[in-house]
């Protein structure tokens, strides 16, 4: 008998590739750039990108942090990485090591930071501006102040939408045209990018010169009204540990949250909240098998532990010891996961994908 032991997480690159050029398409006169902060979504953040960089002629890159940046720099050497949190005390330095990192400027603040320590180079960061997200961004009230020779120093402007993924919502209406009206008066030369994943979907005038590719991209539904046209590009698999009977009146796990109406069979999947599975799927979840050709559902009962899960398979033939628990598929996405964890497939994929204990495999 062959047993392991280690929850399983396969990341499809080929899909990933394919959700990049459905995009690219989708957005096309709009530059495709790829946004691969927090690990490309915990995914690998240096893989993505030299994928992209090499396969896909991405030029263009986003991440959080200027650390995260320097990671992925050596593997694009002739791209733009734009670090979404600007620059600091902490990241001026990478900035000096690395010509091809461009600050997104969003405040006054960071703009006197930046004019005083910047490297002596042409390099032109980006300005986010504040649309109606009331996030990060300049207001209003602050570009009047900026000059005239503040004004050209950059060479992107960009905005964020707070409900791209809602396609009828009033709101994106509101900052669409919030965002032409500050570009014509204060960036009438200067490229522009409103839209990340979600926006892609929302029409020409929201794609303007770049669209940022995220979640989409890693094969989450960011324009749920619709089906998804994205490949799924996830998978978690976890071995199962053990297969026991449960008499009628027993308890489940922790807290003794479940108890059996009748007897029952269960299985012990080596997979918990320590790996990143929500801990809110307790008595909700869904575990898949693949047994006789046939692929059926158990459901999680008890609570989810640190490392294990529990789930009833009484109806689920020939299970047996070192079989494969299927918990995020093709056929039981990540976003649908989070719907029955009251959450987002971004927050899910984030965690999973920084999490050590798994055994990582790329399908390439």
Known sequence: MNIFTRPILEINLKNLLNNYAVLAKLAHPAVPAAVVKDDAY??????????????????????AHAVEGAKIAPMV???????????????????????HLLPVISSPEGLDFWLKNRPDDDRKPAIQIETGLNRLGFREEEL???SHDNLK???????????????????????????????????????ASLSASDGVFLGTN????????????????????????MQNVVSVKAPLLQVANLPKGDFVG??????????????????????GWPRSLSNVGKVFFKTNGQISEARIIGRVSMDNIICDVTEVCDIKVG???????????????????????????????KNPR???KYIK
């Open 254 to 275: 922790y807290s003794a949250t479940y108890r059996a109406s009748s007897n029952r069979k269960i299985a012990i999947v080596s997979i918990g909240y320590g790996d």
């Open 144 to 146: 009047k102040n900026l």
């Open 77 to 99: 050497p002739l791209a733009d990485i734009y670090v979404l949190q600007g620059v600091g005390s902490d990241s001026i330095d990478i900035f000096a090591q690395i010509p």
């Open 153 to 191: 120093m950059f060479g992107l402007v960009m905005s964020h939408l707070a409900c791209g993924d809602e396609k009828d919502h009033f709101m994106n209406a509101h900052q669409l045209a919030n965002f032409e009206r500050l570009k014509h008066s204060y960036f009438p030369n200067t490229k």
């Open 323 to 353: 079989d494969t628990a299927y918990l995020a598929d093709d056929f039981y996405t990540l976003d649908e996961v989070a719907i029955d964890a009251g959450t987002i497939a971004y927050e899910i994929m984030s965690r999973l994908g």
């Open 42 to 63: 915990g995914l690998g953040a240096e893989i993505v990108a030299k994928l992209l960089y090499d396969k896909a002629n991405c030029r263009t890159f986003f991440v």
């Open 358 to 360: 798994f055994d990582r």
């Open 206 to 229: 929201f794609r303007q010169d770049m669209v940022r590719l995220g979640a989409a991209m890693y094969g989450i539904n960011t324009a749920p009204y619709r089906p998804n046209q």
